[in-house]
T-cell receptor, first 110, second 117 residues
């Protein structure tokens, strides 16, 4: 079973601060996705990265796929209360196996 | 375009009972996947259906089953409920097989919150 460990598990920060969330595994993934889940809702896809070393930006969010395709990071600049939620990474690999990470719960205080 | 809908949104059952959850995918989507989400275990894959056939299955006991109809709507059934089955059950749909490449976009419903007493 491929495991995706996310860190930190919980993060509470003040509006305007920067933060980085990590997604790590000992396994290689062919692709990696990041989702955000708000209370009472299902996860919503933020980004998909497929190339080692790839960096994608989505407004204040920057996603990076590790060179070895075993890890990824999500950096948020100038966090806002609307960024509050559960952030999940999901790794894709051969054999139709997809694994969700353990999740990082982010709270941004106004 | 309407999103993924799940019914019911909340459900309370007692141990030993069985339950059926329903999921209507986005129009045109043929793949439906089911997940269980708990605070302790996170989001775990149950199974995926595509064109009425189960294509992929997670590590859950046989008490968990599902099916997909010709209109792509899907149902999930849990028999002989246990306290540990209390969870948020999420359904996700995609146009192609959700687990095929890991790059497909899956659209999640709001979930059904099941409480087993």
């Amino acid at each position: 079973t491929q495991l995706l460990e996310q860190s930190p598990q919980f993060l509470s920060i003040q509006e305007g601060e920067n933060l980085t969330v990590y997604c790590n595994s000992s396994s290689v993934f062919s692709s990696l996705q990041w989702y955000r889940q708000e209370p009472g809702e299902g996860p919503v896809l933020l980004v998909t990265v497929v190339t080692g070393g790839e960096v994608k930006k989505l407004k204040r969010l920057t996603f990076q796929f590790g060179d070895a395709r075993k890890d990824s990071s999500l950096h948020i600049t100038a966090a806002q209360p609307g960024d509050t939620g559960l952030y999940l990474c999901r790794g894709g690999s051969s054999g139709d196996k997809l694994t969700f990470g353990t999740g990082t719960r982010l709270a941004v205080r106004p | 375009k309407a999103g993924v809908t799940q019914t019911p949104r909340y459900l309370i059952k007692t141990r030993g009972q069985q339950v059926t959850l329903s999921c209507s995918p986005i129009s045109g989507h043929r793949s439906v996947s089911w997940y269980q989400q708990t605070p302790g275990q996170g989001l775990q894959f149950l199974f995926e259906y595509f064109s009425e056939t189960q294509r992929n299955k997670g590590n859950f006991p046989g008490r968990f089953s599902g099916r997909q109809f010709s209109n792509s709507r899907s149902e999930m059934n849990v028999s002989t409920l246990e306290l540990g089955d209390s969870a948020l059950y999420l359904c996700a749909s995609s146009y192609t097989r959700g687990g095929r490449s890991g790059t497909d976009t899956q659209y999640f419903g709001p979930g059904t919150r099941l409480t087993v007493l």
